[in-house]
């Protein structure tokens, strides 16, 4: 203290000197008052100074420069001794600290330095001084005084100048021992969309690419997130486009000029925090917003318990030059629980605005407000027009509006140079604030948006899966292919030739003997030619292709892929496997088994032999003379034989029909199980896994969207 108020009495001194310096026609002592320094001499002046070192040269130099100034005549005010007079205080003063000396040695030096010149890295400039031209602003330097390069261009610069009020930030803070805010509660309806979308990305992870789950996970992380902080806090983030306002709006909320507001663009350059309440800090670090930007909006009884549990973001403009400036504005709108979207009378409809921002979060209309500013500047009723014209261009945007107790939108006019419907905004927002609804709303459109970008992966409008119809016909290509109707027949072919062989004459079955020695044992299929198989593996091919398709048909593309890729690895080997199962579904060695009437057809068929037999020996017999000659019997008998032979034969073989027809469709139909079972394991049991966890993931779906599980 004692430092200061000796450097302040030094530079008034030197100050004094100079004017007598320049203003060398005068007589001594003009304009310097020289009573209350009388009786101080040099020893005094030099005294309390010792102790702080030798001064730097630029000092000495300025010192004697100021002494040599001093014209004739001018003596009497050393006092007789030549000391410069001195502030009564400083004569209390016989030393001075270190730290005290080097702030007079860097003031020195400041005055030292000539005009352009550079400041040292971490030197402050005074209360005052003027900064040099390209100079940057230094963390709160807030000196408006000091701004070389601000430029006035007229009525705007000098309205903005005249309502600016001076800024009086306190940091938000919340005092000690207080208990922490309550966190967030979310309702049924909102946690059960919540786990339905959490179950809805793991059922998918493996099926969807990551760039396709990301904005579900992002949001799952987000309101979780949320969840765990302040449900007393409500955060708004205020965005628009440069020169719309939203800073000057900002500060009328506040109360105190928080953000800078000016001509120059753009002017927010990072976004301001303001909270009307302790207990937001969490929400505000979520933000990413530095404590030195985090301010308190100006004490008012009846305004803080109004708009009590507010935080208020005052964001860059979201069309700014500076790529950060607009990464900061996409990254907070994504965590605040709503925004208030400032525009003016000239850029209301800007395409940048509407297509980038408001298109795109028209479901969000529940949580957003749209203010014209500016209003001022518009005469009558133009006002009201412009005011109707953005309504309809949000309407055209499909941004609900909340007209006529409807939910969606609020959409006001006002001034927040002037002040004119800033109280009207304000009760709006203390009523929004208020219902402690708005982090769920926000929450609850986020989930909306997510489903509806994940809609095409999910939902077609069209009824999908796999119909009875389609396995059937899956089953009977296989068939064809394995050669199930041919094996039937020649199992049917196999039994009737085993019925003759046992039912027939011994000479005709000689016959056949001879002629069938080459062919293959009865119950077992031919080999297949290699012409043959090529063709089976053909029709096993399309077969997996065309129930793969008709799988698919009615699915949304990641599905139908992974619906078609599980058939094709199921077919892998599916040819080789059916062969496998033709040979050991085929009939058994040896020969057919017989019915039960087969022993009496060859005991017929052997008595028919043996009247052949004896009626041929008689007629020998008599030929021969030993048999008395008739050839009326004989004959009979070898007629009867010749005859009833091939009789029997031919009801045999007629007798064998039916169980020979059942006996090869029973023969076919144990190879098209086989085949079937074959296709089921390999092929329709994964396209079924797949399209059952489709269903499963529709029906999450459904949940997220609150449509039930009926999504097409």
Same mark, same amino acid.
């Given at each position: ?28 002592g ?6 209350? *320094?009388?009786?101080?001499? *040099? ?8 102790d ?13 420069a ?9 003596e ?24 005290h000396?080097? $702030?007079r ?14 400041r ?16 940057r ?6 000196? #408006? ?8 261009d ?8 005249e ?8 940091v ?6 207080? #208990? ?17 979308l *959490? ?8 099926r969807l ?18 969840r ?10 205020i ?11 900002f ?7 928080i ?22 800090a ?11 930007l985090r301010?308190r ?11 009590r ?29 709503a925004v208030?979207?400032? $525009? ?13 921002y408001l ?12 203010v ?21 261009v ?14 969606? =939108? ?7 140079l ?21 982090? =769920?709303r926000? $929450?609850a ?13 999910y ?20 068939a064809d ?14 039994w009737?030739?085993? =019925? ?32 043959e ?7 096993v091919?399309?077969?997996v292709?065309?129930v ?11 599905w ?6 599980a ?6 080997g ?10 050991q ?6 020969? #057919?088994p017989?019915?039960?009437?087969? #022993?009496? =057809? ?20 008599q ?7 008739n ?19 031919w ?26 079972g ?18 499963? $993931?529709r ?7 609150r ?6």
């Amino acid at each position: 203290m004692k430092a200061s108020v000796k450097d302040t009495a030094k530079g008034t001194v030197m100050e004094s000197v100079r004017d007598s310096g320049r203003d060398s026609g005068k007589g001594p002592g003009t304009g310097v008052e020289t009573g209350p *320094r009388k009786g101080l001499g *040099r020893d005094s002046v030099e005294g309390s100074g010792k102790d702080s070192g030798p001064a730097p040269k630029g000092a000495a130099a300025k010192d004697a420069a100021a002494k040599d100034s001093v014209p004739d005549g001018s003596e009497d005010r050393r006092d007789g001794t030549g000391a410069e007079p001195a502030h009564p205080a400083e004569g209390a003063a016989d030393t001075e600290t270190v730290p005290h000396a080097r $702030v007079r040695e860097q003031r020195e030096q400041r005055q030292q330095r000539e005009p352009g010149e550079q400041r040292e890295p971490g030197e402050r400039r005074e209360p005052g001084e003027r900064r040099e031209p390209g100079e940057r602003r230094e963390p709160g330097d807030d000196d #408006p005084a000091a701004d070389d390069d601000v430029w006035d261009d007229g009525l705007i610069a000098r309205r903005v100048t005249e309502t600016a009020k001076p800024a009086a930030p306190v940091v938000e803070a919340r005092g000690p021992g207080a #208990p922490p805010p309550a966190p967030l509660a979310y309702d049924g309806q909102l946690r059960s969309r919540l786990d339905a979308l *959490r179950e809805l990305v793991g059922l998918s992870r493996t099926r969807l690419d990551s760039q396709t789950l990301s904005e579900a996970g992002r949001v799952l992380d987000e309101a979780a997130a949320r969840r765990r902080l302040s449900g007393q806090h409500t955060v708004i983030a205020i965005a628009g486009a440069t020169g719309s306002g939203k800073s000057q709006l900002f500060n009328a909320l506040a109360g105190v000029a928080i953000s800078e507001t000016g001509v120059r663009r753009p002017t927010t350059a990072a976004p301001i925090a303001c909270s009307w309440s302790d207990g937001s800090a969490a929400l505000i670090d979520r933000l990413g917003i530095p404590g030195r930007l985090r301010r308190r909006p100006v004490h008012n009884p009846e305004a803080d318990a109004q708009l009590r549990g507010l935080v208020l973001i005052d964001l860059p403009d979201h069309d700014s030059a500076v790529v950060q400036h607009r990464e900061h504005v996409d990254r907070i709108l994504k965590l605040v629980d709503a925004v208030i979207w400032v $525009v003016d009378p000239e850029k209301y409809a800007d395409a940048v605005l509407h297509e980038r921002y408001l298109r795109p979060l028209s479901g969000h209309a529940e949580v957003m407000f749209i203010v014209l500013n500016q209003t001022d500047r518009l005469p009558g009723e133009a006002a009201d027009l412009v005011l109707d014209d953005l309504r309809r261009v949000l309407d055209e945007d499909g941004v609900a509006l909340g007209e006529y107790g409807e939910p969606g =939108a609020t959409v006001l006019a006002l001034s927040a140079l002037t002040g004119d419907g800033v109280g009207e905004l304000r009760e709006s927002l203390g009523q929004f604030v208020s219902e402690r609804g708005a982090a =769920a709303r926000r $929450v609850a459109a986020d989930v909306d948006a997510a489903a509806a970008r994940l809609r095409p992966v999910y939902a077609t409008g069209r009824r999908a899966g796999l119909s009875e119809e389609a396995r059937d016909d899956f089953a009977a290509r296989l068939a064809d292919a394995v050669g199930a109707t041919a094996a039937g027949e020649a199992a049917e072919r196999a039994w009737l030739r085993n =019925a003759n062989r046992a039912c027939g004459t011994p000479w005709l079955r000689l016959w056949r003997w001879r002629q069938g020695r080459g062919e293959p044992p009865t119950g077992r299929l031919q080999q297949a030619q290699p012409e043959e198989e090529a063709t089976a593996r053909q029709r096993v091919e399309q077969a997996v292709r065309t129930v793969s398709d008709r799988a698919s048909a009615g699915l949304p593309a990641p599905w139908a892929q992974a619906v078609r890729e599980a058939a094709v690895r199921g077919s892998q080997g599916l040819s080789e496997a059916l062969d496998d199962l033709a040979a050991q579904a085929g009939l058994p060695p040896g020969r #057919p088994p017989r019915p039960g009437w087969w #022993p009496v =057809a060859v005991l017929a068929q052997a008595a028919m032999t043996l009247l052949q037999v004896v009626g041929g020996l008689w007629l020998v017999g008599q030929i021969a003379g030993v048999v008395a000659p008739n050839l009326g019997v004989p004959v009979l008998l070898m007629v009867a034989g010749i005859v009833g032979g091939p009789l029997v034969e031919w009801g045999c073989r007629m007798a064998a029909r039916g169980p020979a027809r059942r006996y090869g469709l029973e023969a076919e139909r144990r190879l098209r199980e086989a085949a079937a079972g074959c296709g089921r394991a390999r092929v329709l049991d994964p396209v079924a896994a797949e399209l059952l966890r489709y269903r499963e $993931v529709r029906e999450q779906y459904g949940r997220v969207t609150r449509t039930g599980a009926g999504v097409g």
